[in-house]
């Protein structure tokens, strides 16, 4: 099971993942696509795609945990939340090296960091090297949480906004 998660469709890879989708996973994986963005509800059905057109946190972050892998093609972007709730949830997660993702994930470690110019096929091979290789999925995931809790953690965030005020 794949989750996208992201209001902005377009510029978070929409198009992308959608061709991505239909060519190369729609027949082993299922794809749930979370988004407030109204142009999900013009995606044509398939029987392995779920559209969910929001949904409040709690049971986002419920969702998370019955996923294997988080993906987000992103054009452009500054560090959504959703990527860090995708680690804190130990979920691998394979995006596109745009923007702030690099400070979080880290190829071979939990998921993998795409290169900007990467094709479809190229996300195909690196999200079915992740399913085909059980030891590898739990080190990734292992390592999310780990991630997660070292890098994204309140305690975190808070010792860096002290040292930033030089409090």
Request: charged content about 25%.
């Given at each position: 099971?794949?989750?996208?998660?992201?209001?902005?469709?377009?510029?978070?890879?929409?198009?992308?993942?959608?061709?991505?989708?239909?060519?190369?996973?729609?027949?082993?994986?299922?794809?749930?696509?979370?988004?407030?963005?109204?142009?999900?509800?013009?995606?044509?059905?398939?029987?392995?795609?779920?559209?969910?057109?929001?949904?409040?946190?709690?049971?986002?972050?419920?969702?998370?945990?019955?996923?294997?892998?988080?993906?987000?093609?992103?054009?452009?972007?500054?560090?959504?939340?959703?990527?860090?709730?995708?680690?804190?949830?130990?979920?691998?997660?394979?995006v596109r090296d745009a923007g702030a993702q690099g400070d979080w994930v880290k190829s071979?470690?939990?998921?993998?960091?795409?290169?900007?110019?990467?094709?479809?096929?190229?996300?195909?091979?690196?999200?079915?090297s992740l399913i085909k290789t059980p030891e590898?999925?739990?080190?990734?995931?292992?390592?999310?949480?780990?991630?997660?809790?070292?890098?994204?953690?309140?305690?975190?965030?808070?010792?860096?906004?002290?040292?930033?005020?030089?409090?």
């Amino acid at each position: 099971k794949l989750i996208f998660v992201g209001n902005n469709f377009q510029r978070k890879g929409g198009d992308f993942l959608l061709k991505l989708f239909n060519d190369y996973l729609s027949v082993n994986f299922q794809l749930f696509i979370i988004s407030k963005d109204p142009t999900v509800l013009d995606i044509p059905d398939h029987p392995n795609l779920t559209i969910i057109p929001g949904i409040p946190r709690e049971e986002l972050l419920n969702l998370y945990r019955e996923m294997d892998i988080f993906i987000l093609p992103t054009l452009r972007d500054d560090g959504g939340s959703a990527v860090c709730e995708a680690l804190g949830a130990g979920l691998p997660v394979v995006v596109r090296d745009a923007g702030a993702q690099g400070d979080w994930v880290k190829s071979n470690e939990n998921g993998m960091l795409m290169p900007y110019e990467s094709t479809e096929k190229d996300w195909s091979n690196a999200i079915n090297s992740l399913i085909k290789t059980p030891e590898q999925y739990a080190s990734y995931s292992e390592n999310s949480i780990l991630t997660a809790e070292k890098l994204l953690s309140k305690d975190i965030f808070i010792k860096k906004i002290l040292k930033s005020l030089s409090i």
